[in-house]
């Protein structure tokens, strides 16, 4: 975890003095895109995709080219440089980070500059936080997250490692979020909740009113199981 003060004086004198750094994207689809715009917002400068697709290299996404398969690169192909996972699904964004953090390579957390962190919030490395999304008092967010626009995360929150939290849900106070989870656009869980379990699924639109089991999909007003993963 990296204290969030410090967070907010680096990220600051980053922002301001505009300083270009390289990075890659891995991930050349809608969400390498999307990305791409928020590193470039950061001041990076994107040297390039990488995506197991074979297809896609070659090709000009935004405005940079895609390079080939990370799977491919070498140990010392990866040191010393910095990756964006542009992955959705928790499992395979996580595999990526440790690996390229094994290797040597650096995932750096990118926060909007519209998101509000608490000062007293920690965030982890590698963590994604996008637009007006809005982080609150001593709540903590593992490495490699990502929250999308718009969340609301309510004070003493604690989220786990790889956890993808969707556009508009909201999270109330004092809450643990297990690793892995995955919460859908719109959701709310309730203060008063208390574990979310990991791996586990919730719905868009949901409203999770008591504890939620790992590996399993909930969904629904209140939320209820619906199958196990
Ligand atoms: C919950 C979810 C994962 C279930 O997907 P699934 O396992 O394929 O489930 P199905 O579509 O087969 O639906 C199973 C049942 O759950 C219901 N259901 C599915 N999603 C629901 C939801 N979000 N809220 C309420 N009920 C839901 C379906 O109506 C269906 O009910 P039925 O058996 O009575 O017909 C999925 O519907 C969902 O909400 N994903 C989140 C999408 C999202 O927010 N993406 C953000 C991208 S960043």
């Known amino acids: 975890m990296i204290k969030n003060n410090f967070m907010k004086v680096y990220y600051e004198v980053f922002f301001y003095t505009m300083k270009k750094e390289e990075v890659y994207i891995v991930g050349a689809g809608t969400y390498g895109e999307v990305m791409y715009e928020l590193a470039e917002l950061l001041g990076y400068t994107i040297e390039g995709f990488y995506d197991e697709n074979d297809q896609k290299k070659g090709k000009t996404v935004m405005n940079s080219k895609v390079l080939g398969r990370l799977s491919e690169l070498e140990e010392h192909d990866i040191k010393g440089k910095k990756f964006v996972i542009a992955i959705g699904k928790n499992s395979t964004r996580n595999e990526l980070m440790d690996k390229i953090n094994k290797f040597g390579g650096e995932t750096p957390t990118l926060i909007h500059p519209s998101a509000i962190i608490s000062p007293s ?97 909930y969904a629904g007003v209140p939320a209820k199981r619906l199958r196990s993963i």
Not at 143 to 154: E, G, Q
Not at 190 to 217: E, F, L, P, R
């Open 121 to 217: 919030a920690e965030i982890g490395k590698g963590v994604y936080i996008h637009a007006n999304a809005y982080i609150w008092t001593k709540v903590k967010i593992g490495n490699h997250c990502i929250i999308s626009p718009k969340v609301i995360i309510a004070h003493h929150t604690s989220v786990g490692k790889a956890c993808l939290i969707s556009t508009m849900s909201a999270v109330g106070a004092s809450v643990t979020i297990e690793n892995e989870v995955f919460i859908g656009m719109g959701s709310t869980i309730m203060t008063g909740v208390s574990c979310i379990g990991g791996n586990t699924t919730i719905g868009a639109g949901s409203v999770v009113i008591k504890d939620v089991d790992d590996y399993s999909v």
